[in-house]
């Protein structure tokens, strides 16, 4: 009888004997889930299309702003200037706030910097290429590498053709400062 015991608590911690002996099984019968619609993938023609007739951000000059900031801003003598590096923001954190309560739209000209004060606007040029994007300063970072000056939104990012390097060099300039 005390092998028996002893041999009991190994049979129902492997599940092999259930404690509800002669019970009728409790178990639901599983969740039918409603199909869920497949994302719009492009078809092969569309995907050919889109490759023999490129958008317009795909064809513009790396050197030719697209933003309204650069057609208000272009010309303008700097009133500072720093040299470093430039990154850009994740379009994982579309939606998201930043520092100064706007919400993180990666179409808008925009960036984050440590210290310059939010409304600040700031011209940006990649020293390899001298290509040139406006932006205006309404987030805090960038909070990697000490060479990274500033954090640049998606659209201010293809300005500067800098989507696959990830991170360039930049000059950022100060054109205005908010009152």
Not at 7 to 13: A, E, N, R, S, T
Not at 64 to 79: T, V
Not at 94 to 104: E, I
């Amino acid at each position: 009888m005390a092998q028996k015991a002893r041999f009991l608590p190994l049979v129902l911690g492997l599940g092999l004997v259930s404690p509800t002996w002669g019970c009728a099984s409790s178990a639901a019968p599983p969740v039918a889930w409603p199909e869920q619609p497949l994302p719009p993938y492009p078809s092969a023609d569309q995907e050919v299309a889109s490759r023999e007739n490129p958008t317009k951000t795909e064809t513009r000059a790396p050197s030719e702003p697209s933003s309204q900031l650069a057609k208000e801003y272009a010309g303008r003598p700097a009133i500072s200037e720093q040299r470093g590096e430039a990154s850009y923001y994740s379009d994982s954190l579309a939606g998201n706030h930043t520092a100064n309560g706007d919400v993180y739209d990666p179409r808008r000209h925009t960036a984050a910097h440590r210290k310059l004060a939010f409304g600040t606007v700031v011209r940006v040029t990649r020293t390899d290429t001298g290509a040139v994007t406006y932006v205006t300063i309404n987030d805090r970072g960038p909070f990697g590498s000490g060479e990274r000056i500033i954090d640049l939104s998606r659209a201010a990012a293809e300005d500067l053709a800098m989507m696959k390097a990830g991170v360039v060099k930049v000059r950022v300039e100060v054109l205005e400062k908010p009152n």
